[in-house]
């Protein structure tokens, strides 16, 4: 019974720990149960989230990819019409100077017509030069020159007849092509320049300068003719920045292309068979005509010298200055020096006591629009003489080379003196030592100033000067003449250092 009793109390004791245990894995599984549902929830929020996201995000990419393909499509539509703007409408524009690129007396000397002709040769001579352009392209072109000037000068040197036969060949010009213009710019070396270069501000630049047009794709190439100006290679150095500019821009060549244009790398085109490839002063120099005049200046020619600063007594060289002197052919100026002792030296003691300004080695240069002074041949004794003349004693500028003085009698220098055509001319030389106060720019006809330094590649050792007259040295002491006013590399020995007047 014992034995019984000890079982049951085992099975007792048993049964109570399977209840306790029973109970505890109940509220276990009931809290993991609780966990996993509420983890469950968690999850399926998670994944509705997800799934939202994840039809959001198809929904985007599809945008999307519509957005990219509607901007791949307007993309390829802009570069389609892009290249078909760049395309239409193309041109070559032609931009001429000219005051130095000249036509052919061919062409001017048949006056209307000759313009018509010139513009045609002229258009067709811009498509060769041209390849691969559009069928369809156009040609600009549009000459800046000084007309009267030029026309005055081309009759000086014989090249026309008449004057009028430019006025009407530039009429032809403009007249024979739409696109073709022949402007009369007036005087003054800037005009024309500042219509081909055009302004460093863009928005001022004119349609048919060089700077707004290089800024167009429409237009495919620009043809300036500018071969005979230096002043356009620092331009050309600033606009021809990478290899697709400079493959627009050509320069027409007439007269034969200055060193500075070619060091610019620029391509050349050889226009020959419109243009002229020599300069007009080439063929019969306008310092000969002052060379000359009438033995002696009478008061009347004296007179002619004009009445203004500024003046000369002699024309500009340039064509663009070149004025009506009565073409007489007198014997030309060239004289006999007196020498002290009263007699005439001759022969090589006669032309070794001249001096010739501008020196003759000079005549390629060109230092601006007007152009080198007329030439003066002067007797080195007479010039020294003259200079000797001190105070009161000076020759009046005034009074013989513009004459009458307006001071009149209370002018300081002498009046009196009958001045001889050697004295004359000294004082001519003397007073262009002084530059004129508007330079190139000047448009006096007879400026007596000076337009450029006279004393480069003078020797004055005969006439007591300090220079030495080598090539490219200025023989004057004390130049009162800048850079500007002297060729290209010209060594200044001894530049102004005071305001003193040579004469």
Same mark, same amino acid.
């Given at each position: ?157 014989? $090249? ?82 990478? #290899? ?15 060193? #500075? ?6 391509? $050349? ?111 080195? $004794? ?38 001889? #055509? ?68 010209? $060594? ?12």
């Amino acid at each position: 019974m014992a034995q019984f009793l000890d079982r049951y109390r085992i099975i007792e004791s048993q049964k109570e720990d399977t209840v306790t245990f029973v109970k505890e894995l109940l509220v276990y599984i009931d809290k993991l149960e609780n966990d996993l549902r509420g983890e469950n929830n968690r999850l399926s929020k998670e994944l509705e989230d997800a799934q939202l996201d994840l039809d959001d995000a198809r929904r985007s990419r599809r945008e999307m990819q519509q957005q990219l393909t509607a901007t791949s499509q307007r993309l390829g539509q802009y570069n389609t019409d892009n290249e078909s703007l760049k395309n239409r409408n193309p041109y070559i524009i032609v931009l001429i100077d000219g005051d130095g690129t000249i036509f052919h007396e061919e062409y001017i000397r048949q006056g209307l017509e000759g313009g018509k002709k010139a513009a045609n040769a002229l258009r067709n001579a811009a498509l060769e030069q041209c390849p691969n352009i559009p069928d369809d392209v156009e040609v600009i072109a549009k000459i800046f020159a000084n007309v009267s000037g030029l026309a005055k000068a081309m009759k000086r040197v014989g $090249v026309l007849d008449n004057a009028e036969d430019l006025r009407e060949f530039s009429l032809g010009f403009t007249q024979g092509k739409a696109s073709f213009d022949f402007i009369d710019v007036g005087h003054g070396k800037e005009r024309a320049d500042s219509k081909i270069r055009g302004m460093v501000v863009p928005s001022l630049d004119s349609p048919e300068a060089t700077r707004w047009n290089i800024r167009n794709h429409n237009c495919k190439q620009i043809l300036l003719g500018v071969s005979h100006d230096a002043g356009y290679a620092p331009f050309l150095d600033e606009i021809l920045r990478d #290899e697709s500019t400079t493959r627009r821009v050509s320069i027409i060549e007439g007269t034969p292309i200055v060193r #500075e244009l070619a060091a610019t790398g620029t391509r $050349v085109l050889n226009f020959d068979h419109i243009f002229r490839n020599d300069k007009l002063l080439e063929r019969q120099s306008p310092y000969s005509q002052f060379q000359q005049l009438p033995h002696g200046l009478p008061p009347s020619q004296l007179q002619a010298l004009g009445n203004g600063r500024g003046q000369s007594p002699t024309p500009p060289s340039t064509w663009a200055g070149v004025t009506s002197i009565p073409l007489t052919t007198p014997p030309p100026m060239v004289f006999p020096v007196t020498l002290k002792n009263g007699t005439s030296g001759g022969g090589a003691a006669a032309s070794a006591l001249n001096i010739v300004t501008p020196h003759p080695k000079l005549d390629d240069w060109s230092p601006g629009d007007r152009g080198l002074d007329p030439t003066l041949t002067i007797s080195a $004794v007479i010039l020294e003489r003259t200079k000797r003349r001190a105070g009161n004693t000076k020759l009046c500028n005034n009074h013989y080379l513009r004459g009458p003085c307006p001071k009149g009698d209370e002018c300081v220098f002498e009046h009196k003196h009958k001045a001889s #055509e050697e004295e004359l001319k000294a004082i001519a030389y003397l007073t262009r030592l002084n530059p004129c106060v508007n330079g190139q720019d000047c448009d006096v006809e007879y400026c007596i100033y000076g337009h450029h330094c006279p004393s480069v590649g003078l020797n004055l050792a005969a006439v007591g000067g300090n220079g030495k007259g080598e090539d490219g040295v200025c023989a004057a002491f004390g130049c009162r003449f800048g850079a500007e006013g002297h060729p290209p590399g010209t $060594v200044i020995k001894h530049p102004k250092k005071w305001d003193k007047e040579y004469y």
